[in-house]
């Protein structure tokens, strides 16, 4: 929940407003792949993320794939639930084409980042490389950091306490770390902080452009209004 922006409505809204087509055709195939990989499991041993298999296999597809499967139903339910939450009002801001870039570049920049990591002289690294990573949670994550950057003190109704958005997006995070790693044994850590550092970098990387900063001052003055 978020409060309303109109004088006129309630004092609190039930989430960000209406969903768009886009929202609804990525919710959609999250679902479809949730439930067609739950009545054929092997799939994701095709889809989902094995930094081994894309090493030595060249299975590309798995960097972008494994962003729609999911291990368990707490585990879709949450990044879904984050992906309408957040992902509205950051389309409405943005607008769907960088919204879409956004989303992609840091949910399969996330997967790069974790195949990198599994190559690394560690213990962790070493169980990474022969594990089944799945899920939405690397791009989800980067949402999360770009709306907490974007709306830091915006009051979320969470339950029924109102809190800044830097806090409740650290909390709905947390809920979805504990969800995935519950689910997937804890090997899903390095796509987490690699959709976060990706984000991270994205967001940065664009405001040193003059022409970006020109588009992010426009783009918060009518936030800002609205």
């Keep these: 929940m978020r409060r309303s ?6 004092v609190y809204s039930f989430g960000p407003g209406p969903i768009s087509t886009t929202l609804k055709a990525l919710i959609g195939a999250n679902v ?12 994701k041993d095709y889809l989902g993320l094995v930094p081994a298999l894309v090493i030595h296999r060249f299975w590309v597809w798995q960097l ?3 962003m729609f499967l999911h291990g368990g139903i707490f ?9 309408w939450m957040f992902g509205a009002e950051l389309e409405r801001v943005w607008g769907t084409r960088y919204f879409l870039k956004f989303y992609f570049v840091t949910g ?18 070493r169980v990474v490389y022969g594990s089944n990573t799945m899920g939405a949670s690397g791009a989800i994550y980067g949402l999360l950091l770009a709306y907490a950057m974007s709306f830091p003190d915006r009051p979320i109704l969470l339950v ?3 809190v800044p958005a830097r806090i409740a997006v650290a909390i709905l995070g947390a809920i979805a770390l504990f969800s995935s790693l519950s689910e997937s044994g804890g090997v899903a850590n390095a796509t987490h902080l690699g959709g976060l550092l990706v984000a991270y970098l994205f967001l940065k990387g664009a405001r040193m452009h003059p022409l970006a900063e020109v588009k992010y001052r426009y783009l918060k003055l009518k936030t800002n209004r609205v």
């Design 32 to 43: 479809a792949a949730f439930v067609i990989t739950s009545l054929l499991p092997v799939l």
């Design 108 to 125: 399969i920049g996330a997967a790069v980042l974790t195949v990198l990591f599994s190559l690394l002289p560690f213990d962790l690294a």
């Design 75 to 83: 585990h879709i339910l949450f990044n879904m639930l984050a992906l």
């Design 160 to 162: 029924v306490f109102p």
């Design 5 to 10: 922006s109109s004088p006129y409505s309630s």
């Design 64 to 66: 972008a794939t494994y």
